[in-house]
């Protein structure tokens, strides 16, 4: 089914940043991602031929970011696509502004169809959470209408990753991103989302409660989910899902605990049946003692079978080792201790990735928190489990505060497509000039 019409089928496309030689110059830099975003956002007011769209002004951008230091790339084509006529619409961390993100608020706002919000709840410096001591840190993009990669026409274009507006977490560093396109289930429900964050609505600590107890805001009626294709029309589980893109995402705040089930990493590892082809691979900016749960469970399934490598952030600056467990690597050492008492090594490696990631190679039981789920070929989950590659990436690092109390997102997707190009950035780090194994 294509929601948008034969035209616009849906359709995923990631992208990434690898620099030739990470936290240096621009020259070293690869802006490859937010290159990305900019065609996303020119494709709301201008033709792939360069042509200026008759349409424009009944477009919408909502973005919301954490940081801009040093950005050179994306705040521009903001402005632009206001300039045209294009509704812009920005959400910025309170917790990190910086003067390019003071010079776009400035911007924008200054222009009819600007708008940058920087969100403000007396201790709490996120948008959705009330907990003292939380950011937001979610990194996401909507176009209401642009063009793929490849110039088709497109819908409802929904960017998350991991990626902020330039500097060491924008271009100098290991980043990704996916975008899905013409899914109207997932749009609806990730734009309210969206304007949740802009309404700061007051969900506390437990964003998923607030969307069952308002689940007519989120989503298709039953009609229109039967009429586009989709499995279920309301997203009474607390996070968003279409069977169409295969991809979900669970928002946050969420109360996590390591036996509740609200965690997204440790229901996908829950899920793993291990043996001898099971592979998981980690790349990740850091991984903190708050989530020792997450590494016992890696250790077991590693017992079971499955080979498990990390990458994880060499930082260079000593004034960061108290902030990132007294390491020069961002893994506390009580997670690595963990690792230790496994009868089966875990590898673990230092680079500079940015990304919030892991991939999954194995056979999977259904996903019960998210019971719409099914198999990339559209079948429902055997109960028995079945063989598939998961890719969850997004904005969360293995963190406590990025678990339990930020505005946040993660991403999940069964595509075996979008999990072959992770994987092979997977590879390219592996090639990096600051990748090396870290032995402990």
């Known amino acids: 089914m294509n929601p948008f019409g034969s035209a616009k089928p849906v359709t995923l496309e990631a992208n990434f940043s690898r620099p030739y030689k990470s936290i240096s110059s621009s020259a070293n830099s690869d802006y490859s991602l937010l290159n990305d975003l900019e065609r996303l956002i020119r494709g709301s007011y201008r033709q792939p031929n360069g042509a200026l769209r008759s349409d424009r002004g009944s477009q919408a951008v909502y973005m919301s970011i954490s940081r801009m230091e040093n950005s050179r790339r994306v705040g521009r084509e903001l402005i632009r696509a206001a300039q045209y006529g294009v509704e812009v619409y920005v959400i910025h961390g309170k917790a990190s502004q910086s003067k390019e993100s003071r010079a776009l608020q400035s911007k924008l706002n200054n222009l009819r169809h600007g708008h940058f919000k920087i969100c403000s709840k007396g201790k709490s410096l996120a948008c959705l959470s009330g907990l003292n001591g939380a950011i937001m840190h979610s990194k996401l993009l909507l176009v209401s209408s642009t063009y793929t990669r490849t110039g088709k026409p497109a819908s409802a274009a929904i960017w998350s990753g991991s990626a902020n507006l330039g500097g060491p977490s924008g271009e100098r560093t290991y980043n990704n991103g996916l975008t899905v396109y013409n899914d109207r289930k997932l749009w609806f429900e990730t734009r309210q989302m969206w304007r949740d964050m802009w309404a700061e609505r007051n969900v506390n600590s437990n964003y998923p409660a607030y969307i069952k107890s308002y689940n007519h805001r989120y989503g298709l009626t039953q009609n229109e989910a039967d009429l586009y294709g989709y499995t279920k029309a309301d997203p009474v589980y607390g996070m968003f899902y279409s069977n169409l893109a295969n991809v979900t995402i669970y928002p946050t705040p969420i109360r996590a605990t390591p036996t509740n089930g609200k965690d997204p990493v440790l229901m996908l590892l829950k899920r793993v049946i291990p043996d001898d082809q099971c592979r998981i691979r980690l790349q990740q900016n850091r991984f903190k003692y708050r989530r020792i749960a997450v590494a016992q469970k890696l250790v077991e399934l590693a017992e079971g079978g499955c080979k498990i490598s990390g990458v994880y952030f060499e930082d260079d600056l000593k004034v960061n080792r108290t902030t990132h467990c007294q390491t020069y690597i961002r893994i506390c050492r009580p997670i690595l ?88 950035h997977w590879k390219a780090i592996l090639q990096s000039r600051e990748y090396q194994n870290y032995p402990y």
């Open 337 to 424: 201790d963990v690792f230790k008492t496994s009868s089966r090594t875990i590898e673990a490696a230092w680079a500079k990735p940015h990304d919030k990631t892991i991939l999954v190679e194995a056979k999977l039981r259904r996903n019960v928190y998210n019971p719409e789920e099914r198999l990339p070929n559209g079948n429902a989950w055997p109960a028995e489990g079945a063989r598939a590659t998961v890719v969850q990436a997004g904005s969360a690092a293995l963190t406590g505060s990025n678990l339990v109390g930020s505005d946040e997102i993660t991403t999940e997707t069964t595509d075996p497509a979008i999990y072959d190009a992770y994987l092979d």
